[in-house]
């Protein structure tokens, strides 16, 4: 009985989008209500398949930015630049649009609220959004080891769950949210655009001596050049899990 | 390496993987035959949209896993790993 039961989540199920919300003027964040899920841990993500009239089918995997919750999920699309998925789920679904949904998955890139030890997460564009899950679920329970999120971003206007991020540090809070931009900045931005360097890591990462474990997520060669970063700033590899998003050109 | 990286890595494959298997196959590892390094499943420089999906070393871009569909068939080539470590939860 068990065993069916973990084996039916590994197929895919029906999903209904719920509700969309606008992020950015290319993502949005979407509400799927899933009957029967039951959470995730944070980091994981689930695929998404669309069947057209023909019986065409497209699937892409899609991270959870929501924190774990039942029978429903939020997952945040970034418009790919000729992408087969991307631009019906960021531009054109609306609430009522029926999909498919295989998950939750994968069980490395995930931190476990159970875990004490201090947590460095940085994310590029749309790879901050399994990080949220994880800030948000830090948040949510009140936990109290240290969680910082560096998340770089194009441009003002590219910043995902800004309402969220840009609220501002709460005294005693035990998360901290740092946003640099890497192509254009906010006029009054003390550092500039640049994409992240040794400065950032040494301003704004927690120090290899913590041992934090580190979540690295985004596209391909900036997850490649942060993971050079933090080995070259004394991190143990061992701590470092990444999730690679490819460099959105397919 | 000078060109721009573009490959994703093994958690993109974690749904077909995971489902052939019945379990979670991103924290699974195992010795790369062509270099020995143990490379983490999640960590292998994927490739989907092929013929099939591919799962390279990160060390030397030897296929570690190969997975082809077709409607009513799943092949699973698996001749770059020495063998696949699982966590063994009693």
Redesign the interface.
Known sequence: ME?TA??AR??WQPATLQAVHPETPTARTLTLAVPGWEGHQPGQ???LRLTAAGGYTA?R?YSIGSAPAAETVKLTVEVTPGGEVSPFLAHMAHPGVRVEV??P?????VWSPNEAGPVQLIGGGSGVVPLMSMLRTHRAIGHRAPMRLLYSVRSPDALLFAGELTAGDQVGAADHVTVVYSRQAPSGDLRGPGRVDAADIATHVLAAEDSPKCFVCGP??FV?AVNELLGRAGHDLHQI???????G?? | MTETPDFLDGNAAAGDLSQLFGTDMTHVSGPCLGCGQRVVIAQAHTFLGGPGTVLRCPGCDTVLLRMVRSPERIWLETSGMGYLEFVNHP
């Open positions: 065993r973990v084996l590994l197929t993500h689930l695929d699937q995997a295989r998950g998955l994968g069980g490395w890139f391909t060669p490649e899990r990444a999730e690679r998003f490819g460099t050109r397919t």
